[in-house]
């Protein structure tokens, strides 16, 4: 079921600033988590009651009083578009608190394990890597309470890298890409241990990014916003101009 008008929280946690976002229905309040990889204390003080310094951008309300018509926001999964650490370092602690499921596509179910190890080069001291409790399946549809997400899995980044679309009635789409694109880049394909490939990556871009209407809003994993039809047209890595298997080799975020 798309949803009417959703409320999207984005912030922006940790040393590398990635992308946490929080989409909510709401007409029912029911949620979910995407990337929670770092500050889990700052995303829960703000979806449990407007607390603290809240996100970096939003679609809805940003003080408690806006949002007294509203229903109770209730976390009903936590989902991953990749297991490097930045992402999915602190899942442990929002799974402890909110006492649901977490889904990750299994083939970066080993890079998953190494998320603490990883994380101690950027002097980070992170939890024990979270296990994932559902695993995405490419090409199906999820319902979240109310909220429908629908897996792209787009390797190339890490092997199991995903984008997760969410459909809108009243508006454009909404994916996020994870590290898989960003607005004038691609994700890299060098780190160790993630099975990057520059022309995978550019094969699932193509293939699975591409063919979405161009008005689709891209959330990337890191930096500002972007839509498919804007990167299609100009990305200068896997972009129209840039022919079949892409040009460069790389990317240029993390």
């Known amino acids: 079921m798309a949803l ?27 949620t979910i988590i995407i990337d929670g990889g770092d500050e889990p204390e700052r995303i829960i003080a703000w979806v449990d009651g407007f607390q603290g310094a809240g996100p970096n951008w939003t679609t809805g309300p940003q003080h408690a009083d806006e949002a007294s018509d509203l229903p109770q926001r209730k976390v009903v999964a936590l989902v991953n578009t990749h297991a490097h650490f930045d992402h999915s370092g602190f899942v442990p602690v929002l799974r402890s608190h909110y006492g649901v499921d977490w889904y990750l596509h299994p083939d970066d179910n080993f890079l998953q394990s190494l998320a603490q190890s990883s994380g101690r080069r950027y002097g980070l001291n ?14 199906k549809t999820y319902s979240f309470g109310s909220i429908e997400l629908h897996v792209l899995h787009t390797p190339g980044h890490t092997l199991g890298g995903c984008c997760l679309l969410i459909p809108a009635d009243d508006g454009p789409d909404h994916v996020f890409v994870g590290d898989t694109l960003f607005a004038g880049s691609v994700g890299r394909t060098d780190i160790a241990n993630s099975g990057g490939d520059f022309s995978v990556l550019a094969h699932s871009i193509h293939s699975q990014l591409w063919p979405l209407p161009e008005d689709t809003v891209v959330h990337p994993g890191h930096g500002p916003l972007t839509t498919i039809g804007h990167e299609r047209r100009t990305n200068p890595f896997v972009g129209d101009d840039a022919g079949a298997g892409g040009t460069f080799g790389f990317g240029k975020y993390a």
């Open 4 to 30: 009417s008008q959703p409320w999207i929280d984005h912030f922006f946690v940790g040393p590398l600033q990635q992308r946490c976002s929080v989409v909510t229905d709401p007409k029912t309040g029911d």
């Open 126 to 139: 992170l939890p024990e890597p979270a296990v994932a409790d559902q695993a995405f399946e490419a090409g």
